[in-house]
């Protein structure tokens, strides 16, 4: 059997999956191609070398324009070879996408045949998604109801979400997003902290206040409670001089420190230096960097928007969940951590025992393999 995934752009963290999934393939009857609509989008750009990529693709041309924060594509000679070619299709945009919804409707017309699957972050907490809009609601339970093969869904928060929207689910398939084990691989923290010393706390996001909330964090947990750590923050954006402001007014510059834009291997430096990992977005889907923390063995302190946080954290045992949009409670579940540096190393002994369990890459990527070869021979 083959599957055709048909998705946006060549993003690095996709490409290293698709390479991992042809190697875990080989010997099966699983065979796949990557339909791409273009390489790159206007607001995430990546150094994309065509030679890394170890797998089948095409890259469609065609129309593309980005309009108010929002990704227009139109491909019809790539959604043509998709539906002519007889492969069962999963459909890796956003349901709003030109394409996919095009898809969809040749679908719904008998014009095309092909089995659908989506494969889809949803998570109902995120700003977009918080927004209430009955037209954008009616197209997007239009969408998924023309889905007949799987969900394919990186947790529980994307099961949660359907729920809510109340969109009738067919069969799931868990695929979380994925990082590379050869570059995010550390062992267990020995977490020798010298009593002089202050232990770190790490940051990997983009610096938006409107989405990750780092402003919001600092000032929840208080400025006391800053000089006890450093805060390490790792990224670029547009809040960043409204960060800096509040460093230097509040007198922490030897407490907080700037990154900038690290590489993979850079920021899996970090990881190495850091003691615990902190995350507190007001709206984040699926972060990649919350398994990539859990795969270097950081204990968690994370905002409950992050879609993964179900499957990343365990209440007291390798980190703690705060509600961002309440102040007391971060800053709770921040002392609550802080107190607790006597149980760090079992946190991180317990960050590497889930990272395993469920951001495995060969155990996930064999599960998707066997639930279509299942599938197809039922």
Not at 26 to 46: A, H, K, L, P, T
Not at 91 to 114: D, E
Not at 128 to 138: A, D, I, P, T, V
Not at 326 to 338: A, G, H, R, T, V
Request: charged share 20%.
């Amino acid at each position: 059997m083959k599957v055709i995934f048909f998705t946006n752009i060549a993003a690095p963290y996709r490409i290293a999956l698709f390479n991992d999934l042809e190697i875990i393939r080989q010997g099966s009857e699983f065979d796949f191609e990557v339909y791409f609509m273009r390489i790159s989008e206007e607001d995430r750009n990546w150094d994309v070398n065509l030679k890394d990529l170890n797998f089948k693709y095409k890259i469609g041309k065609g129309f593309y324009a980005f309009i108010r924060g929002f990704h227009l594509y139109f491909n019809p000679i790539l959604i043509h070879r998709a539906i002519t070619s007889g492969n069962e299709i999963i459909l890796g945009a956003s349901w709003n996408n030109i394409n996919t919804m095009l898809i969809v409707l040749l679908k719904k017309l008998r014009l095309a045949s092909n089995t659908l699957s989506v494969w889809s972050e949803a998570n109902y907490l995120t700003l977009g998604s918080q927004k209430k809009n009955k037209f954008k609601n009616l197209i997007r339970k239009w969408f998924f109801s023309g889905i007949d093969g799987f969900f394919i869904v990186p947790g529980i928060m994307s099961v949660l979400s359907f729920e809510n929207w109340k969109i009738k689910v067919n069969s799931v398939i868990f695929l979380p997003n994925l990082v590379s084990q050869k570059i995010f691989n550390y062992k267990i923290k020995p977490y020798l902290i010298k009593d002089s010393g202050k232990p770190i706390f790490l940051i990997v996001a983009r610096l938006e206040e409107r989405l990750k909330g780092i402003l919001n964090f600092m000032q929840s947990i208080s400025i006391e409670n800053l000089k006890q750590i450093e805060l390490r923050i790792a990224g670029e954006g547009s809040s960043l001089i409204q960060y800096e402001q509040f460093v230097l007014k509040n007198g922490l510059t030897e407490n907080v420190k700037f990154l900038g834009n690290l590489s993979q291997n850079e920021v899996s430096n970090e990881y190495k230096q850091a003691d615990i990992f902190v995350l507190p977005s007001f709206s984040d889907p699926s972060p990649l960097t919350i398994i990539e923390a859990i795969r270097s063995g950081l204990p968690l302190l994370l905002s409950d928007r992050c879609g993964n946080h179900y499957e990343a954290v365990k209440q007291g045992e390798n980190g703690y969940t705060f509600n961002p949009f309440e102040p007391y409670d971060i800053k709770s579940k921040f002392e609550m951590l802080l107190e607790q540096k006597h149980s760090w190393k079992l946190f991180s002994e317990r960050s590497l025992q889930i990272a395993d369990l469920n951001f495995n890459n060969e155990k996930v990527l064999k599960n998707l393999i066997n639930k279509f070869i299942q599938n197809t021979s039922h």
